[in-house]
Structure formats: structure tokens, C-alpha cells
């Protein structure tokens, strides 16, 4: 997954939104629709796998966190192997 903002903007303060392109390639179906699920909640989508997103610096951490969770429920609440 690449979560990428533009090289001109920075993530400064919390009230400050910047755009961020999310792009991610995942094979596995059930797991590509979870990732879009929870992705919708946090931007436009441009495409199936493109998200256009205005984070604040807690948007993102947001983002990845339920993103991480979704991968850890995903791999049975273990942190690594399967």
C-alpha cells in the first residue's frame, strides 16, 4: 500500500488537511474489498484501488491504524507470520 502526499505540501499541526494519493495492488479479493471498505470512509475514490484523500496529521494515523487492524484480524491476531 503507498499512502504518498505531494512533495510541495507538508503534514504540519493537526487542523491542516493535505492531500494524499492512496494507491494500493492487492490479488486477493475479499481482502482488496475490506482495504476499499475501510478506505472509503476516508476519501474520494478514483478508482477501484485509488483514493484521493484530505488527511490531517490524526486522519492518517487513523487511516493506518484501522488499516492495521484490519490486517491483524486478517492474519488472526498475530503480528507477523501466518
Known sequence: ?????????????????????????????KRLAKVHKTMRGFGDHLQYSIFECQFTRADLLQCRHRLAQSELKRRGGRNGHR
Open 1 to 29: 500500500m503507498l499512502i504518498r502526499r505531494p512533495a510541495a505540501e507538508t503534514v504540519s499541526g493537526d487542523g491542516v488537511r493535505n492531500s494524499f494519493l492512496v494507491c494500493y495492488d492487492i490479488a486477493d479479493d
